[in-house]
C-alpha cells in the first residue's frame, strides 16, 4: 500500500504517521505542502498540527495551498483520504467533508485519552474493528466540536457516515463523555462514498504499548486490507 | 445608520486606495460556545442588564484601488474565498470613509 | 540629544555607572550607545549581583559536554546523544500580559535550546501564582496555562512536567519560568562563539517591530503602582513562525555551514551580536538600514533593543549563503546578511553608512560592572508551634485538608490543556514524579522533573537550597532513571537588600553542597532578581530542573499501585519532622520553624539503593516522599490507580500525626511483590538502608490499620474538585 | 462616517434596550501573526491589490437600558473589564441604531 502524507510547514504530526505507517509496512512518501502533484499513492494522509498557524480559523488557509488541490483532485477520483485532526479540520474547509469543527465547549485546549466507539465497520477504515468496539485513543485540538446542519445529519445517520462517536468505557455516549461538545458526540465521519474519512482523535498515537495502546493500529491494518 | 465615537479616517482621501471593514459573525443557528461563555462571565461580573452577546470576527482591509464598487468586489471577494467560512458565518462589509 | 540623569536613570543605570561608561568610551555616550549599555550592563544580561555566587556551583564532570557560558547546558547520554536543556523565567512579561508573556517565555527558552542543534523533545515548567482568593489569581493562572499550552501546543513540542503552586507571597508578582529539553548528536553542536574574520553575519526569522524595547530592562526593575506604564514593551508571540524558524535551522545544521549561532533573546540584536563577537574576541560591524523591519521609520535605537520574537543571529562560513539562504526561502523566513566580522573588537553601528554608534566590545560584555553586594546570614528559625495541639486533630481530616487545597489538588486542569503526546516518545506523562521521554528510535529515555520549595528556602535558605536539589534527584529516582545534571532558576527579590542577597548567597551555598556530593552539576540556569512589589519581596524562589538517564528502557515505572496485596515499603528513616510542612499550613495557616534537616549521605544511599531495586525489576511501583510527608504521598499512589492501601500503625516513636504527615527527607514508597521481599531485603542490607514493613496495598479502600478508611473514589473526587470549581 | 450594505436594526425602536457594536482591534506595532499568515494567503490567491490587514475582534451587544449614555457606560465597562485586553489592543464603541 502506497501512502502520502501531505506536510504543511506548521504540521507536528506529520512525524508520528510516518512512524506509525512505517510501522504498519506502508510505503510512504511526504508531500511537502509547496509541491504540485501528488506521488502514485492509494492514500492520502492530511495529519494534526497547525497547518500555517490556524490563526484564522483551523484549517483554513490549508484549505487553499498548491497542493490540497491535487488532494481534491485525487479524492474525487475515489483515492483513500484520511484526515486526522488538523486533517480533519482542512478537510471540512475544502469542502470534501460537510460540517465544520467549532472551538470546544469549554474554549480550552484539550489533550486526553478518551473513548470513542465503532459506528461503522464496513468501509475501508475500519474493517478490522468490531461494530460497537470502544476504543481509547487521544484527543489533542482546540476546535473539535463537530458542528453540521440538520440535513447533513440526517445524511449522516440514514447513510451510515458517522464512523465514530465519543463515549464512555463501557459505549454510553452522552454528554458526560462528549469531550468537546460535538453534535451527538460525532468523533469522525466519512463522505458519501466513503473513501474520506476525517476524524479528531488520533490514531497514530496508539500503535505503541510503550506510550500508549495499540488500539489505533486497526485503523491502519483495515486500510492495508 | 450614524456612529459614534469613531474618528474619521484620512486614508480614503487619498482616493488611490480605499479602506473597508469586515465584521463576521456565526450564523445565528450555529452554536456559539465562545459568546455563550462571554456572556456568562459578564453576569457573573454583575453586568445583569446585558441581555444579549455575540462575538464575531472583524477586519480592516486597505485595497489599492480607487473605484468603490471594484473595491468593494474584490473585499468581497476576499470574504468569500478566505476570510469567511460561509457555511457557518455571516458577514457585513462597509466602507471607511 | 543631551543625555542627563533623567535619561540616565530611565535606562536603569546608576551615576556611578554612566561614569565607567564614560571611562570606557573616553567620551560620552550618545543615546543608541546609551541604550547598548543599558540593556547589557542590567541585571538580567550582565548577572552584575549573581555572578560572583554563581561561579562556586560545581559546573563539571564526566556527563557534562557544556556547562554554564552558552545558550544552554549540554550532557552526554551515551552512544552518540546528547540533551541540551534550559530554564528561563519570564517573570515580569507574564504579570503584565499572562497569555504572551507565559507564550512568549516558552518560545525564548526553546530557541536557546535548537540554537544548539538540538531538536526540542520536552517542554517543562513551574508557575508560581498569588493567593487563590486575590482578585488577579484567576486570569493569571488562566493567561498563563493558556499562553504555555498555546505556544507548545502549536509548535507541536509536548509540555510533559512542571509544577503550579500559589502562596500570598506572589499576589503581584506572579513566577513563570519555563524549560526546554532537546535531543542532539554529540557531534553537531552549535556555539554562540564566531570565529574568523569578515564572515557573514546574517538575519533570519521573523521581521523587528518596536515590541519588548526595554524588556530587558523591564526584567531587572522592580514592579511598582506605575508599572501600567511600561505595557506597550509587551512581545507577541508567534509559534508558527517559530516551527518555521526551528525546522530551517536544523535543517541548515545539517552541514558544516554555520559557523557560530545564537537567538535574539534578551536585548535582541545587541545581545545577540555582542556575545557572539566577545566569546570570539572580534569585533563586529552591523548594518541596520539592511535589518527587516516590520514598522516604518524604525531609528538604529529601536532596531537595537527590539525583543521581537522569532529571530536568531547565525555567522556563516564563506561560500554558503545561497545554500543558507535557499533553506530559509523554502519556510518563507527572512534572509539577510546585516553584517560581518571584524577584527577591531567593536561593536559598530552603521545606518545607510553613516557610522551611529561605536563601543569596544569588552566594555559591554567582560567589563561590565560586577557587585559583590552586601548580605546577611540567617540563623536557623525556632519554631513556636506546640505540638499538644494537634491532639484533636483526626488523621482523615487533616488529609482532606490537604488534598483538597489548591496547591495539592489534582493538575489535570491545567495538563489537559498542554499536548503531552505529541512526537509520540511520551512514556509518562506528568502526574507522576518526573516525566519519562524516550530519545526517538532507541530503547533509552530520558527522565525530566522540574521542584521549587519556597517555604523551606524563606525559613533556612541553606537547607532549602539543599533540598530542592535532592528532591529533585529524587523525583528522577522514582521513575528510575540516573539523575545527570540540572539547570536553575534563580527568582529573587531585590538583590539591593541585604536580606534578599542574603536567601540568594544561601540557597546558592545549599544548592552547591547538594549538587557537588550528589555529582549533579548544573550546567545551566537564569537568575531573575527584582521580584516584587512597593518594596515587598517575593519569597525565594530557586527551581530545579533536572535530567536523568534511563538506559534501558524496559519497564517504565511511575507512582500508580499496581495490584492489590503487594506490600508496600518505606526506605529512610521517619523522625516526624513537622514545621514547615504542608500539614501545618494547610490546617492551621502555620508556616513557621525551620525546613526538615538534610542528611546527604543518606539521600545519596537511599536513591543509589532504590535505582538498584528498580533495576533488579523488584519495584512494581515507587514514589518519593516530599509535601504532605507519608500519608499524602500514600494517597497520591492511590489515587493515581485507584487501588487502596492498608497501612498499619507506626509500632514505635513518633505520633500519628508525626509520623504521617512528617516530611522528613530521603524517603521513598515502593510496591513490591511479597516473593521479592528476601530478596529486596539483601539489597537493602547490604547498602545499609533503613526501611519498614508499612503495610498492604488493597482493593476499594484507603485505610490506616483502626484508624481511617476512606473510599478510594470518594478519595479521587476530593483530590479532584478545586480547579474545577475555581 | 456612512455604513453601507447594513441592514437597519428595528431592535433599539422599542426603547427599552439599545444595541452596540464594538470592534477590537491590536493596537498599532503589536504584532499581528494572524494578518501576517492572512495577507500572505489572499496575495498568493492572486490578490494583489490588497494593500494591508488587520484581524480583530468584534462584539454585538444588546442592553437593557434606555438611556444611551448609560448604555454605553456599561458597554465600555464589559470592554475594559473582560472584552478587551488593554494591554495589547484598542476598541472602538458605536451605537446601532
Ligand atoms: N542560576 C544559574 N546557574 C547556572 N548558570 C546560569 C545561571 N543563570 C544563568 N546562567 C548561565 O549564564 C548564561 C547566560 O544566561 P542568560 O542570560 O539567561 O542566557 P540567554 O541570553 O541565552 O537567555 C547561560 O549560559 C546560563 O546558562
Ligand atoms: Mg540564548
Not at chain 3, 493567593?131 to 498563563?144: D, I, Q, R
Not at chain 3, 516590520?294 to 547565525?314: A, G, H, K, T, W
Not at chain 3, 525530566?448 to 535532592?470: E, L, M, W
Request: hydrophobic residues 35%; contains cysteine.
Amino acid at each position: 500500500m502506497r501512502s502520502s502524507v501531505i506536510v504543511f510547514p506548521g504540521s507536528n504530526c506529520d512525524r508520528d504517521i510516518a512512524v506509525a505507517l512505517q510501522k504498519m509496512q506502508f510505503k510512504n512518501k511526504m508531500v511537502w505542502h509547496k509541491e504540485t502533484a501528488l506521488p502514485k499513492s492509494d492514500l492520502i494522509i492530511i495529519p494534526g498540527g497547525f497547518s500555517y498557524g490556524d490563526y484564522l480559523r483551523s484549517g483554513a488557509i490549508a484549505g487553499k495551498s498548491l497542493i490540497i488541490e491535487e488532494v481534491v483532485k485525487a479524492a474525487k477520483f475515489g483515492s483513500l483520504v484520511l484526515g486526522i485532526c488538523n486533517g480533519f479540520q482542512i478537510l471540512t474547509e475544502t469542502g470534501l467533508l460537510k460540517g465544520t469543527l467549532l472551538r470546544n465547549k469549554n474554549l480550552k485546549f484539550i489533550n486526553k485519552d478518551v473513548h470513542i466507539k465503532v459506528i461503522n465497520n464496513t468501509t475501508k477504515f475500519t474493517s478490522k474493528y468490531k461494530l460497537n468496539q470502544i476504543l481509547k485513543l487521544n484527543i489533542a485540538h482546540n476546535e473539535g466540536n463537530f458542528f453540521t446542519d440538520n440535513d447533513h445529519l440526517k445524511e449522516l445517520n440514514n447513510d451510515n457516515l458517522i464512523a465514530f462517536k465519543y463515549s464512555d468505557e463501557k459505549g454510553n455516549t452522552s454528554n458526560l463523555s462528549n469531550p468537546n461538545g460535538a453534535l451527538d458526540n460525532i468523533a469522525g465521519i466519512f463522505n458519501d462514498k466513503k473513501n474520506i474519512l476525517g476524524m479528531m482523535p488520533h490514531p497514530e498515537r496508539m500503535v505503541d504499548n510503550l506510550i500508549s495502546n495499540k488500539d489505533g493500529v486497526n485503523l491502519f491494518s483495515s486500510l492495508l486490507g | 445608520m450614524k456612529l459614534i465615537s469613531v474618528k474619521l479616517s484620512p486614508l480614503n482621501s487619498k482616493k488611490n486606495k480605499l479602506k473597508f471593514s469586515v465584521t463576521v459573525t456565526l450564523k445565528k443557528d450555529v452554536l456559539d460556545p465562545q459568546g455563550k461563555v462571554v456572556q456568562n462571565t459578564l453576569k457573573n461580573l454583575g453586568m445583569h442588564d446585558l441581555k444579549n452577546i455575540r462575538q464575531g470576527k472583524f477586519f480592516e482591509i486597505e485595497i489599492n484601488e480607487k473605484d468603490e464598487k471594484l473595491a468593494q468586489e474584490k473585499v468581497n471577494e476576499m470574504c468569500k474565498k478566505l476570510l469567511v467560512n460561509l457555511i457557518i458565518e455571516d458577514y457585513k462589509i462597509n466602507i471607511l470613509k | 540629544m543631551e543625555i542627563d540623569n533623567k535619561i540616565i536613570e530611565k535606562h536603569g543605570l546608576k551615576t556611578e555607572e554612566f561614569k565607567i561608561i564614560q571611562k570606557l568610551l573616553k567620551r560620552s555616550p550618545n543615546l543608541l550607545e546609551l541604550g547598548i549599555f543599558s540593556a547589557m550592563w542590567n541585571e538580567h544580561c550582565s548577572y552584575k549581583s549573581s555572578k560572583i555566587h554563581l561561579k562556586k556551583l560545581p559546573t563539571k564532570g564526566k556527563q557534562v559536554i557544556q556547562g554554564p557560558g552558552e545558550n544552554a547546558g549540554v550532557i552526554d547520554i551515551g552512544d552518540d546523544d546528547a540533551i541540551i536543556f534550559k530554564i528561563e523565567s519570564h517573570n515580569h512579561p507574564s504579570y503584565i500580559e499572562p497569555y504572551q508573556g507565559a507564550a512568549t517565555g516558552v518560545g525564548g527558552i526553546l530557541r536557546d535550546v535548537f540554537t544548539m542543534g538540538a531538536r526540542p523533545i520536552a517542554l517543562l515548567n513551574s508557575i508560581h501564582f498569588g493567593s487563590p482568593a486575590h482578585p488577579k489569581t484567576k486570569s493569571l493562572l488562566n493567561g498563563v496555562v493558556s499562553g504555555i499550552g498555546g505556544y507548545g501546543n502549536c509548535i507541536g513540542i509536548p509540555t510533559v512536567a512542571g509544577e503550579t503552586k500559589f502562596n500570598d507571597t506572589y499576589n503581584d508578582n506572579i513566577l513563570v519560568n519555563a524549560m526546554a529539553v532537546g535531543h542532539a548528536k554529540k557531534n553537531k553542536i552549535f556555539y554562540s562563539k564566531a570565529k574568523g574574520v569578515n564572515k557573514a553575519v546574517v538575519y533570519v526569522g521573523s521581521k523587528t517591530g518596536r515590541d519588548g524595547i526595554h524588556g530587558a530592562s523591564m526584567a531587572s526593575a522592580e514592579f511598582d503602582d506605575n508599572s501600567d506604564e511600561k505595557k506597550p514593551t509587551v512581545q507577541v508571540g508567534d509559534p508558527f513562525t517559530e516551527k518555521l524558524l526551528l525546522e530551517a535551522c536544523l535543517e541548515l545544521m545539517r552541514d558544516d555551514s554555520i559557523i557560530a549561532i545564537q537567538d535574539m533573546g534578551a536585548a535582541g540584536l545587541t545581545s545577540s551580536s555582542v556575545e557572539m563577537a566577545s566569546k570570539g574576541s572580534l569585533g563586529i560591524e552591523l548594518n541596520l538600514d539592511k535589518v527587516p523591519c516590520r514598522e516604518e521609520n524604525m531609528s538604529p535605537y529601536e532596531i537595537m533593543l527590539s525583543e521581537s520574537q522569532e529571530r536568531m543571529l547565525i555567522i556563516l562560513e564563506d561560500g554558503k549563503e545561497n545554500h543558507a539562504r535557499k533553506i530559509f526561502k523554502k519556510w518563507d523566513l527572512d534572509f539577510i546578511i546585516i553584517g560581518r566580522t571584524t577584527n577591531t573588537k567593536k561593536l559598530t553601528l552603521k545606518y545607510n553608512n553613516k557610522i551611529e554608534g561605536e563601543i569596544p566590545i569588552e566594555a559591554l560584555a567582560s567589563k561590565a560592572p560586577i557587585y559583590d553586594r552586601k548580605w546577611t546570614k540567617k540563623a536557623l528559625p525556632k519554631s513556636k508551634f506546640n505540638i499538644k495541639k494537634l491532639k484533636h486533630i483526626k488523621l482523615e481530616d487533616g488529609l482532606i485538608k490537604i488534598l483538597s487545597s489548591p496547591n495539592h489538588s489534582n493538575k489535570s486542569w491545567v495538563t489537559n490543556q498542554y499536548d503531552q503526546m505529541v512526537m509520540c516518545d511520551t512514556v509518562q506523562k506528568s502526574g507522576s514524579d518526573a516525566a519519562i521521554i524516550r530519545i526517538h528510535n532507541k530503547d533509552k529515555a530520558i527522565a525530566v522533573a522540574v521542584d521549587s520549595s519556597a517555604n523551606y528556602c524563606k525559613s533556612h535558605p541553606i537547607s532549602g537550597g539543599k533540598q530542592i536539589v535532592c528532591e529533585n534527584w529524587r523525583n528522577l529516582i522514582s521513575v528510575g532513571a540516573k539523575p545527570l545534571a540540572i539547570t536553575n532558576c534563580l527568582n529573587f527579590g531585590n538583590p539591593e537588600n541585604n536580606d534578599v542577597m542574603g536567601e540568594f548567597a544561601e540557597c546558592l551555598e545549599g544548592i552547591k553542597d547538594a549538587c557537588k556530593y550528589l555529582n549533579y552539576p548544573v550546567v545551566s540556569g537564569n537568575v531573575s532578581f527584582y521580584n516584587g512589589t512597593n518594596n515587598k519581596n517575593i519569597y525565594p524562589t530557586p527551581v530545579i530542573g533536572g535530567v536523568g538517564l534511563i538506559d534501558k528502557l524496559s519497564q517504565p515505572i511511575n507512582h500508580n499501585l499496581k495490584e492489590d496485596k503487594n506490600l508496600l515499603i518505606l526506605i529512610g528513616k521517619t523522625f516526624g519532622h513537622l514545621e514547615q510542612s504542608c500539614f501545618l499550613k494547610e490546617n492551621f495557616s502555620m508556616e513557621d520553624g525551620k525546613p526538615p534537616k538534610i542528611n546527604l549521605i543518606n539521600e545519596k544511599n537511599n536513591g543509589e539503593a532504590v535505582l538498584e531495586l528498580i533495576k533488579e525489576k523488584y519495584v512494581l511501583s515507587c514514589h518519593d516522599i516530599s509535601n504532605g510527608g507519608l500519608l499524602v504521598a500514600l494517597s497520591e499512589m492511590s489515587i493515581g490507580s485507584r487501588l487502596g492501601v492498608n497501612i498499619n500503625k507506626p509500632k514505635k516513636l513518633v505520633n500519628l500525626i508525626e509520623y504521617f504527615f512528617g516530611e522528613d527527607q530521603g524517603r521513598y514508597i515502593l510496591e513490591i511483590n511479597a516473593k521479592n521481599l528476601s530478596k529486596v531485603d539483601k539489597i537493602l542490607k547490604k547498602n545499609n538502608i533503613y526501611y519498614e514493613n508499612i503495610g498492604l496495598t488493597q482493593k476499594d479502600y484507603f485505610e490506616i490499620d483502626g484508624e481511617m478508611k476512606i473510599d478510594i473514589n470518594d478519595l479521587f473526587k476530593i483530590n479532584n474538585q478545586w480547579y474545577n470549581k475555581f
